[in-house]
């Protein structure tokens, strides 16, 4: 599985981003694909995630409201979509791809087997 994450830039605080993951490679229908974001200094966490069906999704609780995933499987295509921006989310976004049953693994980084380069989001205040 191959991931190319696009979309990052700057913009204001209040402003909008959409992230894009082109995915390739061989998937499943037990697949799930997330965001994650790891700024300066910081661990990288989980943003979202969603369900290769689109089906299931997640969001960390300082995202949810103003965030959304989904998925254009025709086009295998993630996306996730980013309302109301705040300085706080400012960091390197990356997307990942893993294998999972469980919707409870979604959120877990060690679900995630493949990365994509990041793309840089910085939010000014």
């Known amino acids: 599985v191959q991931l190319q994450a696009s979309g990052g830039g700057l913009v204001q605080a209040g402003g909008s981003l959409r992230l894009s993951c082109a995915v390739s490679?061989?998937?499943?229908?037990?697949?799930?694909m997330g965001w994650f974001r790891q700024a300066p200094g910081k661990e990288r966490d989980i943003v979202a995630a969603i369900s290769w069906s689109g089906s299931s999704t997640y969001y960390t609780d300082s995202v949810k409201g103003r965030f959304t995933i989904y998925i254009d499987n025709a086009k295998r295509m993630v996306y996730l979509q980013m309302n109301s921006l705040k300085p706080e989310d400012t960091a390197v976004y990356y997307c990942?791809?893993?294998?999972?049953?469980?919707?409870?693994?979604?959120?877990?980084?060690?679900?995630?087997?493949?990365w994509g380069q990041g793309t840089q989001v910085t939010v000014s205040s």
């Open positions: 490679g061989r998937t499943f229908s037990g697949y799930v």
């Open positions: 990942a791809a893993g294998w999972t049953t469980t919707a409870r693994a979604m959120g877990a980084t060690s679900t995630y087997d493949y």
